[in-house]
């Protein structure tokens, strides 16, 4: 696509409940990125995909998180029995290959509330 | 580990006013840095960025000169507009990483 597509924009959820966040990356980026962007924490890096392998998961900030990447696409964040803590703005973006010389294209963002 | 601060806001200003963010690294090496934009309900966009030393980005009127000396990189835009109301992040990288490190940001409202 044209863009970074983000799916939903916003999740309310409930405190314990399991999450799946969806990214759709710019066609052809094989460079997949999460961040989380949260009050007080800034903007934290989660994990990268090249292709469908994720060589560096180290954001990750717990085992409730996980994602995974299909065919080199689409990439969704999961986040089992989510807390309150989990409330955050996640991040996706894409680029054309690991490097950064062209900056990342960054979705919209799906804003997340645990209640 | 590599980190950018920048200069907490907000900032509020009138338009045609100039505008200065400032914004200073901590890193191994000679990252690459980057201005990051955030309109209202939009996603991050790149604003401009510099790999190299003395290198000046530039865009939409806004400027950033990589200051290796003084381990800066300043955005700066002379006559800012109501649509200039956003918020902007500082980020840097390794060269040949990435992974971004990002300032906490700085929301700018500008009245018109």
């Known amino acids: 696509g044209a863009g970074v597509s983000q799916s939903p924009s916003n999740k309310v959820t409930e405190k314990g409940k399991d999450v799946e966040l969806r990214c759709d990356p710019i066609?052809?980026?094989?460079?997949l990125y999460w961040y989380r962007q949260s009050l007080g924490q800034g903007l934290e890096f989660l994990i990268y995909?090249?292709?469908?392998?994720?060589?560096?998961k180290s954001g990750l900030p717990s085992d409730r998180f996980s994602a995974e990447r299909t065919g080199g696409s689409v990439s969704t964040l999961t986040i089992q029995r989510t807390q309150q803590e989990d409330s955050a703005v996640y991040l996706c973006?894409?680029?054309?290959?690991?490097?950064?010389?062209?900056?990342?294209?960054f979705g919209s963002g799906t804003r997340l509330t645990v209640v | 580990g590599d980190s950018v601060t920048q200069m907490e806001g907000p900032v509020t200003l009138s338009e045609e006013a100039f505008l200065t963010i400032n914004c200073t690294y901590t890193a191994t090496g000679y990252p690459s840095l980057f201005w990051y934009v955030q309109y209202p309900g939009e996603g991050l966009q790149l604003l401009l960025k510099?790999?190299?030393?003395?290198d000046k980005g530039s865009n939409k009127g806004f400027e950033a000169t990589y200051r290796k000396e003084t381990t800066s990189f300043h955005l700066e835009k002379g006559s800012v507009q109501v649509s200039d109301s956003a918020v902007y992040f500082c980020?840097?990288?390794?060269?040949?990483?990435?992974?971004?490190?990002f300032g906490a940001g700085t929301t700018v409202t500008v009245r018109a």
């Open positions: 973006a894409s680029s054309l290959g690991w490097g950064l010389e062209g900056g990342y294209t």
């Open positions: 510099a790999t190299k030393a003395d």
């Open positions: 066609s052809g980026h094989t460079a």
């Open positions: 980020a840097s990288t390794r060269s040949n990483d990435y992974k971004l490190s």
């Open positions: 995909f090249q292709g469908n392998s994720a060589p560096d």
